[in-house]
T-cell receptor, first 111, second 111 residues
């Protein structure tokens, strides 16, 4: 089975803090994705990566950056957290197909 | 812009009845569609997919129907069970392994 894990299920941070969200997949997938999920808005793509050290902006990249130093790990970074970044963050991975497999999510609250 | 949407945000179903969840899409060039199930506190879970060269695909208790003429996708769940209570998302491929998601339909199963 595909397994995608995320470093934290719940996280509480203060405005202005630097926040790291980690995602690891164990299926040797080339593609990895970060989404945020908000009520009524569905899943919105923040960033994605096709390969190590490769990254592409998604639909809402502002306020975020990413890092992919190893194939199995994709990190989402909030350089200076703001209250409007309070959300559920979901990581996904896929091979050279369109089917994405998701992690359990990190619910981030920024105070 | 082009997007994927679901007809109804909520659906209440009697246990044992069949459920039908609908989704309309606007990108006639999309050739791949996925249904995901998201239980409370968990990440989306792949249910079933369908390519545009098919009209129907069946899985275990689930059937996906694709009507390309009216750009409509539906998920049918047979003999709905309490464990089927969740949020259901349709998604379509956007190219380059990216997906576009609808806002989701919350299915509640009544005992």
């Amino acid at each position: 089975d595909v397994k995608v894990t995320q470093s934290s299920r719940y996280l509480v941070k203060r405005t202005g803090e630097k926040v790291f969200l980690e995602c690891v997949q164990d299926m040797d997938h080339e593609n990895m994705f970060w989404y945020r999920q908000d009520p009524g808005l569905g899943l919105r793509l923040i960033y994605f990566s096709y390969d190590v050290k490769m990254k592409e902006k998604g639909d809402i990249p502002e306020g975020y950056s990413v890092s992919r130093e190893k194939k199995e790990r994709f990190s989402l970074i909030l350089e200076s957290a703001s209250t409007n970044q309070t959300s559920m963050y979901l990581c996904a991975s896929s091979s050279q197909t369109d089917t994405q497999y998701f992690g359990p999510g990190t619910r981030l609250t920024v105070l | 812009g082009e997007s994927v949407g679901l007809h109804l945000p909520t659906l209440s179903v009697q246990e044992g009845d069949n459920s039908i969840i609908n989704c309309a899409y606007s990108n006639s060039a999309s050739d791949y569609f996925i249904w995901y199930k998201q239980e409370s506190g968990k990440g989306p879970q792949f249910i079933i997919d369908i390519r545009s060269n098919m009209d129907k695909r069946q899985g275990q208790r689930v059937t996906v129907l694709l009507n390309k003429t009216v750009k409509h996708l539906s998920l049918q769940i047979a003999a709905t069970q309490p464990g089927d209570s969740a949020v259901y998302f349709c998604a379509e491929n956007k190219g380059d392994y990216k997906l576009s998601f609808g806002a989701g339909t919350t299915v509640t199963v009544r005992a």
